[in-house]
């Protein structure tokens, strides 16, 4: 499987290399893609740039079906912490319906709409944080 031509700088040039530049300013953002090869590809990226980290010390993630109990735990922790979440997050969409994640700032969709129940799911993964009931 290889990424669309434009694709891949789309998604270098308007999300990743920000984050390689300036983790610490990287708005937290949630890209949601169509399956598991193309976060997997992403991913790849990612861990080319930065080299491995483990869940407990990543500032990103591939929040995805795989994920296996302990590494789950631990993800679901980092996401109710505004001061230890992960700024980059990739996910299928097990990421959808039931989780929260802290401070999300921007979500990113790279998959068609099964439904319009999907984009209010996606649409809720943005504006969540401390302040929510404040505005």
């Known amino acids: 499987l290889k990424y669309e031509p434009g ?18 300013s990287y708005p937290r953002t949630v890209i949601l893609f169509r399956d598991q090869s193309h976060l997997a590809l992403t991913a790849d ?18 929040f995805h079906s795989l994920v296996d109990q302990c590494t789950l735990k631990e993800v679901l922790r980092r996401f109710a912490d505004p001061a230890s979440c992960y700024k980059l997050i990739l996910m299928t969409t097990k990421g959808l319906c039931g989780t929260h994640i802290v401070d999300v700032k921007r979500t990113v969709m790279l998959r068609p709409l099964s439904s319009p129940h999907d984009l209010m799911q996606l649409s809720g993964r943005g504006g969540r944080g401390p302040t929510i009931h404040n505005s």
Do not use: M
Request: glycine share 2%; net charge negative.
């Open 45 to 62: 990226i990612l861990r080319r740039r930065l080299g491995y980290s483990p869940p407990e010390q990543s500032d990103w993630i591939q």
């Open 7 to 24: 694709l891949r700088k789309l998604l270098l040039d308007e999300y990743l290399e920000d984050f390689f530049i300036n983790i610490s």
